[in-house]
């Protein structure tokens, strides 16, 4: 077999034409072609070619070819692009996020709340070119390629290399080979219609695999004699298999792909496919299956390569395998910046945010973070940066960066059993009263009807002083529930109209992006109309004018299904004298003052909710939180109990108690307490058993609610992370309900 090799490339390179000495030793290129997460297969077969000792001399590649195919054209080994695939976040990457984690601690409840946001551009909400512009993704090709930032030419890599992407106004193909090889990467995998096309000059690029999705002739082009082909791609789909708006947009995006790949794949000397049909370009949630895949593939190839570079040394003599190919560059010594894009943020407020100082070295991590600290204030849209060297070694960093439109209109829907369906419509403008400030509106549409309006003024240098003016009304209905003397359980007796309205005022100092305390004041107006006569009725109205301080804490490393971190929420104040206007009423009719007298004095007040979110394994995350709610010297009071029940928050002083349905019973104290574990068993797929315990009466107790001083309960979530937001299908159970009932929720509430 070695002497057959050895004669096929006598026959292929010394006998073309009438030389009669052979050439030099034959040039071998690497075609990778696009796929999108099926392109993590390729590394099995670098992992083949390093194995086997063969020098590659050409790459080319579209889309996630390109990505694979540049990463080790700079220098990475085989084995470091493969630890790199296995333990990248592609969530978060593929996604409009950044980490919730580098986001200002004011904008965390909004941040990523909404399925649709619409940018207001030129007196009209327009849409953008894709759904995702992704700065997490940017930001991660930025520190992959950091050691050879500098090198705007990428013939001079380690291994010569070209990527192939689309201009949309031609809808011909571009051959990348200079410039910025984050911008090429990122615009040969511009798929459209999902991600955003890329700037380049007067053209906007996207994916290169619509014209070009296997670029063998550009490899032999830059000189390959011998050229190996990867190819992930497994064509158009059947016309019966093409059964959504997806499939549809992708079939018109690759149909001239489809015959290009019939003159593309005659050009190969070594031809690899794989079986991927199960997959798709967006099975990222299988990386691993596809990367094992690959990697089974690539041992399948290791003995022809091993062939093909024992012939070559054979005949040319041993060219060992090139390693440490990666330029050495840690860190950078940035002496200037420049910067373009900015419009309605001056340079002083992004510089400042981004905690930028000449004269100082920077490493790539620390550029990131540095962006991510700009990108969390939700003025920016996309921030990339390139590195010039200077004559002195140093860098100019070079910052591009595409604003937010000031103004969105957002839409999110919700459903749950005790709210109903609702669709939330938001306004957020930015600087639209004062600079550095946000105003929004949020209206809550549907089965109950509920409003917010919000001014957030940020203050110094730093932003890190905030105050906001904000009012709020809400519109439930609520049932009552009475407990079954003999029995000790609790039955459903009758149903409350509740109308809740506050005015508030805060003013809040964050020392960084995980913490922040403050003072406020507001004011609390409750009404409750009873609809369906109970036992024990409250009608009237009363008003709570409360000041108090605040501590919150936020490392959550996502706003749904967070895998990691803690958020703590602690609020203590004083209740000042209520006003109110108030009827008790037992069976339907009013009781005398007398029977039970209402109390409208002082009290102090704290509030606690803490949860925590820690990895066990790569699938498994416990969870943990403690819930607490106290009315010091409460009595006789009314209406500012804690509401306990229901498994998401959806209204103030709830107390959430997986087993019991919302508003099941009130207390003038409480402290809840619940564990469990969630189980990622598919992509954005996951199964939760929670079980938790409550505790009431333990500081004070209401005269108007008569209920057990220990409550117990249970809950198996089935969840799923979709387009329109987080859905949840619950089955729970309360030792104290003593039955089995059902909780959906869809959506992130109001």
């Known amino acids: 077999m070695r002497l057959l090799c050895i004669a096929v490339i006598f026959l292929l390179f010394f006998n073309r034409g009438q030389a009669q000495q052979p050439p030099g030793r034959p040039t071998i290129g690497l075609t990778l072609s696009g796929g999108g997460a099926k392109g993590l297969a390729h590394i099995g077969i670098l992992k083949a070619i390093d194995s086997a000792g063969l020098n590659i001399d050409y790459i080319t590649g579209t889309s996630m070819g390109g990505?694979?195919?540049?990463?080790?054209?700079?220098?990475?080994?085989?084995?470091t692009i493969e630890k790199i695939a296995r333990t990248i976040d592609w969530e978060l990457l593929l996604s409009n996020q950044s980490s919730l984690r580098s986001v200002f601690m004011d904008e965390k409840e909004e941040y990523s709340k909404y399925v649709v946001e619409l940018p207001w551009v030129n007196h009209r909400f327009t849409l953008p070119t894709g759904i995702l512009e992704g700065q997490e993704l940017w930001l991660k090709f930025s520190e992959l390629f950091f050691p050879v930032s500098h090198i705007k030419d990428f013939s001079q890599f380690s291994i010569p290399f070209k990527c192939i992407a689309t201009d949309v106004g031609s809808g011909e193909a571009v051959v990348l080979e200079n410039g910025e090889i984050v911008s090429a990467v990122r615009s040969s995998m511009a798929i459209p219609s999902f991600f955003t096309a890329v700037k380049a000059g007067d053209k906007h690029l996207v994916d290169g695999g619509i014209v070009r999705n296997f670029p063998v002739q550009d490899v032999k082009k830059m000189g390959a004699d011998i050229v190996i082909g990867s190819n992930v791609s497994t064509g158009l789909l059947a016309s019966d298999k093409v059964r959504n708006v997806i499939q549809v947009l992708l079939q018109v995006a690759f149909f001239r792909e489809a015959a290009d790949q019939l003159n593309e794949?005659?050009?190969?000397?070594?031809?690899?496919?794989?079986?991927?049909?199960?997959?798709?370009m967006g099975s990222f949630g299988q990386a691993e299956d596809i990367l094992e895949a690959g990697i089974k593939k690539g041992k399948e190839l290791y003995p022809r390569l091993k062939q093909l570079a024992d012939s070559l040394n054979a005949v040319y003599g041993t060219t060992p395998l090139k390693r440490n190919r990666l330029p050495e560059m840690q860190k950078v010594k940035?002496?200037?910046?420049?910067?373009?894009?900015?419009?309605?943020?001056?340079?002083?407020?992004?510089?400042?945010?981004?905690?930028?100082?000449?004269?100082?070295?920077?490493?790539?991590?620390d550029i990131s973070n540095m962006i991510r600290h700009a990108f969390g204030t939700r003025y920016y849209n996309r921030i990339l940066y390139s590195l010039h060297e200077q004559p002195d070694g140093s860098y100019k960093i070079v910052f591009d960066v595409?604003?937010?439109?000031?103004?969105?209109?957002?839409?999110?829907?919700?459903?749950?059993?005790?709210?109903?369906?609702?669709?939330?419509?938001?306004?957020?403008?930015?600087?639209?009263?004062?600079?550095?400030s946000r105003s929004l509106l949020t209206v809550n549409i549907g089965d109950n009807f509920r409003a917010r309006a919000e001014h957030l003024q940020y203050i110094g240098r730093h932003k890190n002083f905030s105050s906001s003016l904000g009012a709020q009304y809400d519109r439930l209905d609520v049932n009552a529930y009475d407990m079954y003397q003999t029995k000790n359980a609790y039955r459903e007796t009758g149903l409350y109209k509740r109308q809740y309205?506050?005015?508030?005022?805060?003013?809040?100092?964050?020392?960084?992006?995980?913490?922040?305390?403050g003072l406020g004041f507001r004011i609390e107006f409750f009404n409750y109309k009873p609809v369906i006569s109970g036992v024990l009725e409250i009608d009237g109205s009363s008003s709570f004018p409360t000041v108090f301080t605040f501590l919150k804490y936020n490392t959550l490393n996502k706003p749904g299904f967070p895998t990691r971190g803690m958020k703590l929420d602690l609020e203590v104040g004083r209740v000042l004298k209520q006003h109110e206007n108030i009827v008790i009423l037992k069976n339907g009719q009013p009781t005398p003052a007398e029977e039970y007298p209402i109390a409208t004095h002082?009290?102090?007040?704290?509030?606690?909710?803490?949860?925590?979110?820690?990895?066990?394994?790569?699938?498994?995350?416990?969870?943990?939180?403690?819930?607490?709610?106290?009315?010091?010297?409460?009595s006789n009071n009314v209406m500012n109990e804690f509401a306990i029940g229901g498994m998401i928050p959806l209204y103030n002083n709830q107390i959430v108690f997986a087993g019991l349905p919302e508003a099941t019973t009130y207390a003038s104290s409480v402290a809840a307490f619940m564990g469990g574990?969630?189980?990622?068993?598919?992509?954005?797929?996951?199964?939760?058993?929670?079980?938790?315990?409550?505790?009431?009466?333990f500081v004070s107790r209401s005269v108007f609610f008569n209920n057990p001083d220990f409550f117990s309960g249970y809950a198996l979530t089935f969840g799923y992370n979709f387009a329109l937001g987080p859905l949840e299908v619950s089955a729970m159970y309360s030792d104290q309900l003593r039955k089995v009932t059902s909780y959906v929720s869809l959506g992130i509430s109001f």
């Open 402 to 436: 595409v604003e937010n439109p000031l103004t969105f209109a957002k839409l999110g829907l919700h459903y749950d059993k005790f709210s109903g369906i609702s669709a939330i419509v938001n306004f957020t403008s930015r600087n639209f009263i004062t600079t550095n």
């Open 334 to 365: 940035i002496t200037s910046f420049e910067l373009s894009g900015l419009k309605n943020t001056t340079i002083e407020f992004f510089i400042n945010t981004l905690n930028l100082f000449t004269d100082r070295w920077y490493s790539a991590k």
């Open 677 to 697: 574990l969630r189980y990622e068993f598919l992509s954005n797929t996951y199964l939760t058993g929670r079980a938790n315990v409550l505790c009431t009466n």
């Open 67 to 79: 990505v694979i195919g540049s990463l080790y054209a700079i220098g990475y080994s085989a084995d």
């Open 602 to 634: 002082p009290y102090q007040r704290a509030s606690l909710n803490m949860e925590n979110y820690n990895p066990v394994s790569g699938k498994i995350t416990l969870l943990t939180s403690l819930q607490s709610g106290i009315n010091l010297n409460y």
């Open 501 to 517: 309205s506050k005015l508030y005022a805060t003013t809040t100092f964050s020392s960084n992006r995980k913490l922040a305390t």
């Open 265 to 280: 794949v005659p050009l190969c000397d070594i031809y690899v496919n794989y079986p991927l049909e199960k997959y798709n």
